[in-house]
T-cell receptor, first 112, second 115 residues
Framework: GENVEQHPSTLSVQEGDSAVIKCTYSDSASNYFPWYKQELGKRPQLIIDIRSNVGEKKDQRIAVTLNKTAKHFSLHITETQPEDSAVYFCAASKGSNYQLIWGAGTKLIIKP | NAGVMQNPRHLVRRRGQEARLRCSPMKGHSHVYWYRQLPEEGLKFMVYLQKENIIDESGMPKERFSAEFPKEGPSILRIQQVVRGDSAAYFC?????????????FGPGTRLLVL
């Protein structure tokens, strides 16, 4: 079955710098890749997603890139702010979507 | 438009008791997914239901766990004879049609603590 690996597990960056989180997946049939942000004690919230028919998607300070050949996708956050501090999860699915397979998460710490 | 609702938000049970977790999907959504999250880990898929049907329960333990989504009322995840290892956050999500690449919207979760 599908396996999603996420790196790093913890990322600490200076406020204003960029942060990059990477995920790899194993099943080449996967075609939907969402990213979720989860603040402590709260629900996961979708921040951006990408489908396999595009290579990049951007929404203000957040962008996601997808390399289908290498089977990896990345989250890029520019001009980081204190409120970006949270745990970020990547996920992958195929076919009917319901089987979202999640990465283990990256704890992003923004240093003032 | 209210989001996905879950109750209770926190649930404490002693070993051997039953836990009932409820999830009301967003208005107009007929597909519900349950996930379990252990501390410091990602979410693990448990079960996918449509109204009155279990579509996929491959992520749910075969014993003690059951789920339903009746024609009327919320979806319920039931854990019988709870053990300490059941302590986790249980999230449900909903989507309108269960289509390919459809966004899943999450509820606030139920944090189950088994003493």
């Amino acid at each position: 079955g599908e396996n999603v690996e996420q790196h790093p597990s913890t990322l600490s960056v200076q406020e204003g710098d960029s942060a990059v989180i990477k995920c790899t997946y194993s099943d080449s049939a996967s075609n939907y890749f969402p990213w979720y942000k989860q603040e402590l004690g709260k629900r996961p919230q979708l921040i951006i997603d990408i489908r396999s028919n595009v290579g990049e998607k951007k929404d203000q300070r957040i962008a996601v890139t997808l390399n289908k050949t290498a089977k990896h996708f990345s989250l890029h956050i520019t001009e980081t702010q204190p409120e970006d501090s949270a745990v970020y999860f990547c996920a992958a699915s195929k076919g009917s979507n319901y089987q979202l397979i999640w990465g283990a998460g990256t704890k992003l710490i923004i240093k003032p | 438009n209210a989001g996905v609702m879950q109750n209770p938000r926190h649930l404490v049970r002693r070993r051997g008791q039953e836990a009932r977790l409820r999830c009301s999907p967003m208005k107009g959504h007929s597909h519900v997914y349950w996930y379990r999250q252990l501390p410091e880990e990602g979410l693990k898929f448990m079960v996918y239901l449509q109204k009155e049907n279990i579509i996929d329960e491959s992520g749910m333990p075969k014993e003690r766990f059951s789920a339903e989504f009746p024609k009327e009322g919320p979806s319920i995840l039931r854990i019988q004879q709870v053990v300490r290892g059941d302590s986790a956050a249980y999230f449900c999500a909903s989507s309108p049609r269960g289509d390919r690449g459809e966004t899943q919207y999450f509820g606030p979760g139920t944090r189950l603590l088994v003493l």
